[in-house]
């Protein structure tokens, strides 16, 4: 019979299946990081259980933690109760921790990929709604709640329904400074927060095979953003060419029969989907978000649209997020000024993100009006740009390379957007208050992050690369 990827690696790790009843989902890899573990230890520790499989369970400090002086005791009360639960509760249960100084910390949808515990075929949990990330290796990774996490942590097993499969297609090739964030803040924007709601999703297409692992982690992260359970990508020789060589993957004859099942991987040319979706690559330009979610975007060269042209139950909120920008219907944003301008996060901070920050902004100099924060993924991003010199282009532009962790994503550590600035992110939530009371955050790839870095607005990057005297 055929079969979806998303039902061939669920039905290859159901434990148990009965009429009327969640499956019992076998999870291969259990992510945890400092925000969303410490109750379920806690009820761990009430009920007097272990953690029945710690050697599939990985941790690491990212949320809480800051970006500068990380060798210092961290300074907010809160943040570093957390980061030492998590140490405290990691060396009580026997589960590795990739913390504060240790060479593989970061941000947990980053060091999953790049130390090769991310692979094809596999079920991968974690407290945390972009775990979707990892579906870019071809895997189903979605986020849990505490109390799931604490089952995880106790029987490596979760109750869970079957989802629905959507399936969208990309095709077609990129236009110039248009990037994958910019391809799935279009996706979103075309079919709203809500439109994958109930969908596990597998992206297809030439334009989404045309991309690198770094690409598609972007793209798979935001599936959330869409309301989907997840979202993940066929594996292909592009796949196994990032993974090849991992610290934690497969060696050797382990190598050669991983990559035999992993070639299995592919949705059947028959299979059905709940729903199928297509876009094509040439009418996408660089995106950016104007309101409080990441579904109100629109290109850049455009106008934000009337809240007239809203359906009558979503103008209120419609406009109520407009007065929370400081935007009005049909007003342009390019040429607006900006304060911050923050490339991080789970969504767009792995070493390409940098690279191409780097490339462009080389030999030019940061904007007088904005503060820019530039955070890297993990401590091996780190190493690397800093190996690559990626460090030094920053400084020369008139900003510091940071030390990896969630960061401005979100106002839960130092980095915080102060109210009513404006904060050019590379991240991949615009709420109301994400990145600090009342902070403004406007969704956008990093190439055009870096152009505002540069010009100290919203800039359409395209004008930049073809004009490269402007700035
Ligand atoms: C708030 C934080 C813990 C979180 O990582 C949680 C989540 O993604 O579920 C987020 O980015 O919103
Ligand atoms: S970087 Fe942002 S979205 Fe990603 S896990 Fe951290 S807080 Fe969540």
């Not at 924007?189 to 598609?216: C, D, P, V, W």
């Not at 190598?255 to 949705?267: E, P, Q, V």
């Not at 915080?416 to 615009?430: D, E, L, M």
Request: charged share 20%.
């Amino acid at each position: 019979m055929s079969k979806t990827l998303v039902e061939k690696i669920w039905d290859a790790h159901v434990v148990k299946s009965e009429e009327g009843f969640p499956d019992i989902l076998y999870i291969d890899t259990h992510l945890i990081h400092e925000v969303t573990s410490p109750q379920a230890f806690d009820g761990l520790r009430k009920r007097g259980l272990p953690v029945l499989r710690p050697k599939q369970t990985v941790a690491t400090a990212d949320h809480n933690v800051p970006t500068i002086d990380q060798h210092l005791p961290i300074k907010e009360e809160l943040s570093r109760y957390q980061v030492d639960m998590l140490t405290k509760n990691c060396a009580e249960f026997g589960v590795e921790l990739y913390g504060l100084g240790h060479p593989f910390q970061g941000i947990v949808h980053v060091i999953g990929p790049e130390l090769g515990i991310t692979l094809p075929g596999k079920t991968m949990v974690c407290g945390d709604s972009h775990t979707s990330t990892h579906g870019a290796f071809g895997a189903i990774a979605f986020g849990i709640g505490t109390s799931q996490v604490e089952q995880v942590l106790a029987t490596q097993c979760l109750l869970q329904q079957k989802p629905k499969t959507m399936k969208i297609e990309v095709n077609g090739t990129l236009n110039a400074g248009v990037r994958a964030k910019d391809i799935i803040l279009y996706i979103i924007s075309k079919i709203s927060a809500a439109g994958g709601t109930g969908y596990f999703i597998e992206y297809a297409g030439t334009a989404i095979q045309s991309l690198s692992m770094e690409a598609r982690m972007t793209i798979c992260n935001m599936s959330i953003e869409m309301g989907a359970r997840g979202g993940l990508i066929a594996p292909d020789e592009i796949t196994f060419e990032y993974v090849k060589g991992r610290r934690f993957a497969p060696q050797g004859e382990a190598w050669d029969k991983a990559l035999a099942y992993w070639k299995t991987l592919y949705s059947d040319a028959d299979a059905q989907f709940d729903s199928v979706l297509s876009f094509d690559a040439a009418d996408i330009e660089p995106m950016i978000t104007y309101g409080t979610n990441p579904g109100m975007g629109m290109g850049i060269t455009q106008h934000i649209p009337a809240t007239a042209a809203q359906p009558d139950s979503e103008q209120f909120s419609y406009q109520k997020a407009l007065d929370y920008m400081g935007f009005k219907d049909d007003e342009p944003l390019l040429g607006k000024q900006v304060d911050y301008v923050f490339i991080g996060s789970c969504t767009n901070s792995r070493i390409e993100d940098l690279r191409e920050v780097a490339e462009f902004v080389y030999g030019r100099q940061k904007a007088p009006n904005v503060e820019v924060w530039i955070v890297p993924g993990s401590k091996q991003v780190e190493k690397q740009a800093i190996e690559e010199g990626l460090d030094k282009v920053f400084e020369a532009a008139g900003f510091g390379l940071r030390e990896p962790g969630c960061s401005a994503c979100l106002g839960m550590n130092e980095d915080k957007i102060p109210a009513g600035k404006y904060c050019i992110s590379t991240s991949n939530r615009n709420f109301e208050g994400r990145q600090g009371p009342n902070a403004r955050t406007l969704l956008v790839s990093p190439l055009t992050a870096a152009a505002a870095a540069v010009t100290g607005q919203i800039t359409d990057v395209r004008t930049l690369l073809n004009h490269p005297e402007l700035a």
